[in-house]
């Protein structure tokens, strides 16, 4: 069945550094999507990306979506307390059933 | 801004027994999902729903669930005799398009 990797599990940055996270899915996907999920919060939708090769900025989110549609990353520049959470991606191939990754849990230290 | 609500926030109940948990989509969605998330890990999908079907099911997805849109605003999910591994946080989650809302969820508790 379809599965999306997603790394870094865990990620501790002092703030003002970067993070990336990075979602890998074993079959070509129709279009992903990027979640933000705070401490006892719920999944809160970011972006959704279509295109292949498609970028898409958010302030200090970067989107990518891999040329081959398998691949994706959201990159923060500069990170802020407010960053911290939970980043899910979810991957879905044409029908209705919607894969997420495991997470990449973003702690930032002041 | 609409938003979608689930009840009860919190359900404790006994091994074997079952649970409904509610949930009250975006009032002009089409599209309705329920996903579970056991704790500290990611968010599974569990059924998808369209047109007053089930479009799309995972594999967690056995015959103790089941899903229902009783009166046309509420989607339910069922879970016919709950098992300890059922202890997770139930989103409801509806869409128009392709952005799908979550709720804030149901924390079930199996004991």
């Known amino acids: 069945g379809q599965q999306v990797m997603q790394i870094p599990q865990y990620q501790h940055v002092q703030e003002g550094e970067d993070f990336t996270t990075y979602c890998n899915s074993s079959t070509t996907l129709s279009n992903i999507q990027w979640y933000k999920q705070r401490p006892g919060g719920h999944p809160v939708f970011l972006i959704q990306l279509v295109k292949s090769g498609e970028v898409k900025k958010q302030k200090r989110l970067t989107f990518q979506f891999g040329e081959a549609k398998k691949n994706s990353s959201l990159h923060i520049t500069a990170t802020q307390t407010t960053d911290v959470g939970t980043y899910f991606c979810?991957?879905?191939?044409?029908?209705?059933?919607?894969?997420f990754g495991a997470g990449s849990r973003l702690t930032v230290k002041p | 801004e609409p938003e979608v609500t689930q009840t009860p926030s919190h359900q404790v109940t006994q091994m074997g027994q079952e649970v409904i948990l509610h949930c009250v989509p975006i009032?002009?969605?089409?599209?309705f999902y329920w996903y579970r998330q056991i704790l500290g890990q990611k968010v599974e999908f569990l059924v998808s729903?369209?047109?007053?079907?089930?479009?799309?099911k995972s594999e967690i997805f056995d015959d103790q669930f089941s899903v229902e849109r009783p009166d046309g605003s509420n989607f339910t999910l069922k879970i016919r005799s709950t098992k300890l591994e059922d202890s997770a946080m139930y989103f409801c989650a509806s869409s128009s398009a392709e952005t799908q809302y979550f709720g804030p969820g149901t924390r079930l508790l199996v004991l």
């Open positions: 009032s002009n969605h089409l599209y």
């Open positions: 729903f369209y047109n007053n079907e089930i479009s799309e």
């Open positions: 979810a991957g879905r191939r044409n029908n209705n059933d919607m894969r």
